[in-house]
T-cell receptor, first 115, second 115 residues
Framework: KAGVTQTPRYLIKTRGQQVTLSCSPI?????VSWYQQTPGQGLQFLFE???????NKGNFPGRFSGRQFSNSRSEMNVSTLELGDSALYLC??????????????FGQGTRLTVV | AQSVTQPDIHITVSEGASLELRCNYS??????LFWYVQSPGQGLQLLLK??????LVQGIKGFEAEFKRSQSSFNLRKPSVHWSDAAEYFC?????????????FGRGTSLIVHP
């Protein structure tokens, strides 16, 4: 069974541009969560989608948005990129909505560099 | 506010030596606890989790962790470290608040293994 797939693996963008990252969850999983990982801030929760609805959102500006499609694939968009947005963006999927005792499976991440 | 602390940024051990990685949390109730491992350029892999019951939990790759309520700790241990264990280790907790769930990760501990 295929794992969580994130595309692209690497991306270089210029300040002010926008970017879209993609995440395909494990087959049958309906919950997708996104995280930002940086050396300075560590792993921070961005948002979670379940059945095409955003369930939870972390403390990030409105430039960060996402959506989920009917096949559970999810996209994350960052507009007006800033240098500080350079990070590894991780996606995790789970069978049911992320709850305290839910196991999440992570993808390998997309490394975004903003120059 | 809830928080997770991994006091050691780096830990260096010799191959074959025992290992203990520390994790402390701050929360009013018993949270759900996880340990993940991240190898360079990879996503996170779940090592073990604690929800309830026996406070000593066994995980994959020979790891175990013990939940100590009185110390608000969930330390990860391995009796004999292998060179392939060199990676970043993250403690995570699941906090529920008002029906919502936002996972919180520690800042990570980087494990270096000397031959």
């Amino acid at each position: 069974k295929a794992g969580v797939t994130q595309t692209p693996r690497y991306l270089i963008k210029t300040r002010g541009q926008q970017v879209t990252l993609s995440c395909s969850p494990i087959s049958g999983h309906r919950s997708v969560s996104w995280y930002q990982q940086t050396p300075g801030q560590g792993l921070q929760f961005l948002f979670e989608y379940f059945s095409e609805t955003q369930r939870n959102k972390g403390n990030f500006p409105g430039r960060f948005s996402g959506r989920q499609f009917s096949n559970s694939r999810s996209e994350m968009n960052v507009s007006t990129l800033e240098l500080g947005d350079s990070a590894l963006y991780l996606c995790a999927s789970s069978l049911v909505p992320a709850g305290s005792n839910t196991e999440a499976f992570f993808g390998q991440g997309t490394r975004l560099t903003v120059v | 506010a809830q928080s997770v602390t991994q006091p050691d940024i780096h830990i260096t051990v010799s191959e074959g030596a025992s290992l203990e990685l520390r994790c402390n949390y701050s929360y009013g109730a018993t949270p759900y606890l996880f340990w993940y491992v991240q190898s360079p350029g990879q996503g996170l892999q779940l090592l073990l989790k604690y929800f309830s019951g026996d406070t000593l939990v066994q995980g994959i790759k020979g790891f175990e962790a013990e939940f100590k309520r009185s110390q608000s700790s969930f330390n990860l241990r391995k009796p004999s470290v292998h060179w392939s264990d060199a990676a970043e280790y993250f403690c995570a907790v699941g906090f529920s608040s008002g029906g919502s769930y936002i996972p919180t990760f520690g800042r990570g501990t980087s494990l270096i293994v000397h031959p």
